[in-house]
């Protein structure tokens, strides 16, 4: 993949072509900034750490939610937004032969990084419609065979709610639960499936709170004993860990462009096609992707979903080693200043993605602790997927109580990263951890080695 500036982009043309004209005036501040970034200067400088003090923006550490645009994927993209803006879908002219020459080249891209051919990757809005239409279109396809669907208690949102949907139209879904450390056991997927009658299995790869990796190896092959289709939701691990589509013996799995460094509102899915998976389209139209998704491509986030996965698998190696290293500087130095620190998830990098980490800090209230990190983007683990203050579903599912899920913080850390932040963020943490814990009757408590769930709290109101 080229990492060369976009040269189809002409600004002289954009200078002197009447269509270009502002139809207003530039606000202020924006022109403002526009002259001093043509003076070469940065009025925008972005993240430093200077002393105790932040300039430009927090630190973004949460990573698992979406990650930054990689530049060189904004290259790839910017020919497509531009001058190459034609319908993918064109056939009769050159406007259309390369949106879909962009198109096609990004299939393959996708199709690479996970050991598939190109024929067998659709393109969507996102994991969430690719997981729509897996579990629904997978499930409905045999409905008049098979009516049960095994999937787990820690999904994505998007997956859960597909599988109540199924529910509804009278299929019989088990959620099965995971352990504490946020792993499924086969032997439990092993006895729920059900020959001949199981349609689907659905066990995410990565899971997006507390990073537990699942054995998906194992679980795809208890499927495909049972004669059940195996979908797995990896929008958290294609691109990040190693993943194929054969060595797995997967035969559905989605994918996300914002989770892989490219933009936002594309994702793909991948459809075996030998032995071929067979599915029932979710939505009506035009036929596109082979049927399975209709409607017109954006074609340049295509593009750009495609770079990503090309850089993703140029430089997925030494991403894992950065990622990895600045991990276990943020937990080590988190453990090195604080006692009573909890990892939710495997404390083995094998069965738990490095970049996740999901930390309690006991006797600390959670949420004056995101007040006072408010300098780090990081993300709670309560009240983590609604506005209400319940825990989080995925930690509930491990066994962590409740006090303590209330005090987990999400850090998420990736390509980008650097060391700085994650000292900025140890540093952060253990300073206002202290500082809550010195005023908790609770943490003096703890100290003394007295066990909270033994006391009796009275109920007077
Ligand atoms: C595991 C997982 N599945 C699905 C999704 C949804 O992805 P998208 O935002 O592309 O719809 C996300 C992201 O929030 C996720 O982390």
């Known amino acids: 993949m080229s990492t060369e500036p976009v040269a189809s982009t002409s600004f002289d043309k954009m200078a002197t072509d009447k269509r270009y004209a502002a139809s207003g005036e530039v606000p202020e501040g924006v022109a403002r900034n526009m002259q001093a970034s043509a003076a070469g200067e940065v009025l925008s400088p972005g993240f ?3 002393g105790q003090f932040l300039e430009g923006r927090p630190s973004y550490l949460d990573m698992q939610a979406t990650t930054p645009m990689d530049p060189r994927v904004l290259d790839a993209m910017m020919p497509f937004l531009t001058e190459q803006y034609g319908n993918a879908h064109s056939r009769t002219h050159t406007y259309g032969w390369e949106a879909e020459a962009g198109v096609e080249r990004a299939r393959e891209q996708v199709a690479s990084l996970i050991g598939a ?6 393109f969507t809005s996102g994991a969430t419609e690719s997981n729509n239409i897996a579990i629904k279109g997978i499930a409905r396809f045999q409905r008049a065979k098979r009516r049960h669907v095994v999937t787990t208690q820690i999904e994505h949102k998007c997956v859960l709610d597909s599988c ?4 509804a139209e009278g299929f019989e879904v088990t959620y099965l639960p995971v352990g504490s450390n946020g792993v499924v056991d086969v032997e439990a997927v092993r006895a729920a499936v059900r020959p001949g009658e199981t349609a689907l299995v659905s066990v995410m790869a990565v899971n997006n709170e507390i990073g537990s990796v ?9 499927a495909k004993a049972a004669g ?3 979908h797995t939701d990896a929008a958290q691990m294609v691109g990040k860990l190693p993943f194929d ?3 797995l013996g997967v035969d559905a799995v989605s994918i996300s462009g914002h989770k892989v460094y490219g933009p936002k509102g594309v994702g793909a899915l991948y459809v075996r096609r030998r032995p071929r998976l067979r599915l029932e389209p979710q939505m009506s139209g035009g036929g596109q992707e082979r049927g399975l998704r209709s409607g017109t491509l954006p074609h340049p986030l295509v593009v750009g979903m495609g770079a990503a996965c090309a850089v ?3 430089e997925r190696e030494r991403d894992e080693v950065h990622v990895r290293m600045l991990a276990d500087r943020l937990l080590g130095g988190l453990r090195a200043n604080l006692s009573h620190v909890g990892l ?5 990098t094998a069965r738990r993605y490095a970049g996740c980490l999901n930390v309690s800090f006991a006797c600390v209230e959670g949420e004056s602790l995101l007040m006072a990190l408010r300098n780090i983007a990081v993300s709670s683990g309560s009240a983590c997927t609604s506005a209400s203050l319940e825990p989080s579903y995925v930690l509930r599912a491990l066994g962590v109580d409740e006090e303590l899920a209330h005090t987990s913080i999400r850090f998420g850390v990736g390509r980008f990263t650097t060391a700085e932040e994650v000292d900025m963020a140890v540093e952060l943490c253990t300073r206002h951890v202290t500082r809550l814990r010195e005023m908790s009757p609770l943490w003096e408590m703890t100290l003394e080695g007295i066990d909270l769930k033994s006391i009796q709290w009275s109920q007077e109101h």
């Open 48 to 50: 430093s750490v200077r």
């Open 117 to 122: 051919s190109p024929r067998e990757i659709i």
């Open 312 to 314: 993703a698998e140029a």
């Open 245 to 247: 589509v054969n060595e």
């Open 164 to 167: 109540r949907w199924l529910e």
């Open 214 to 222: 699942q054995p998906l190896a194992e679980i795809a092959a208890v």
């Open 344 to 348: 939710n998830g495997d404390e083995d």
């Open 228 to 230: 059940a289709k195996f």
